[in-house]
T-cell receptor, first 116, second 110 residues
């Protein structure tokens, strides 16, 4: 597709349940990012891939959060044993990662996760 | 996590008015970007700035990269109802990771 595609758009999970969020980046984009956006806040960085390599995971809040991009295209963000504080919109973004254009990230619509 | 200081938090203006919002940081950034987010959508890139002092326009939008590399502003001229949304500044330092402000919520009264 033309843009970044995320699924599902909405996810309700019971506390303690595991969830998996999917991101399809723009075709040809080398870099892929995951951000977490709490209500009323700006997005906060979680992790970053260049192709299949996870270059930065400093923003992952705990070891319950895990991201992968095994073939350098589609990425999955997994959250184990979800807790109420995990409720947020999870945004995926991709960029060309070529010089100055690397920072021009294009975002998907996000997955709104609600943990009950 | 780290966030930029963005102001004002919200603005209520009449259609046709000009708008100005800004963003400051305690750290130097190499790139500043401005995004707009509408309800239920992801942020959409409006303007990207790459050099200190750079002034860039995109239609009715104008943004500048501050000389100190620690600030940026966004101006919207002759606002229209479809300008409604939340505007975020974002900065990038030595990597492609973006640090965002908390947003400026713009309401335009017709």
């Amino acid at each position: 597709g033309a843009g970044v595609s995320q699924s599902p758009r909405y996810k309700v999970a019971k506390r303690g349940q595991d969830v998996a969020l999917r991101c399809d980046p723009i075709s040809g984009h080398v870099s892929l990012f995951w951000y977490q956006q709490a209500l009323g806040q700006g997005p906060e960085f979680l992790t970053y891939f260049q192709n299949e390599a996870q270059l930065d995971k400093s923003g992952l809040p705990s070891d319950r959060f895990f991201a992968e991009r095994p073939e350098g295209s589609v990425s999955t963000l997994k959250i184990q044993r979800t807790q109420q504080e995990d409720s947020a919109v999870y945004l995926c973004a991709s960029s060309l990662s070529q010089g100055r254009w690397g920072t021009e990230a294009f975002f998907g619509q996000g997955t709104r996760l609600t943990v009950v | 996590g780290q966030q930029l200081n963005q102001s004002p938090q919200s603005m209520f203006i009449q259609e046709g008015e000009d708008v100005s919002m800004n963003c400051t940081s305690s750290s130097i950034f190499n790139t500043w970007l401005w995004y707009k987010q509408e309800p239920g959508e992801g942020p959409v890139l409006l303007i990207a700035l790459y050099k200190a002092g750079e002034l860039t326009s995109n239609g009715r939008l104008t943004a500048q990269f501050g000389i100190t590399r620690k600030d940026s502003f966004l101006n919207i001229s002759a606002s229209i109802p479809s300008d409604v949304g939340i505007y975020f500044c974002a900065g990038a330092g030595g990597s492609e990771k973006l640090v965002f402000g908390k947003g400026t919520k713009l309401t335009v009264n017709p």
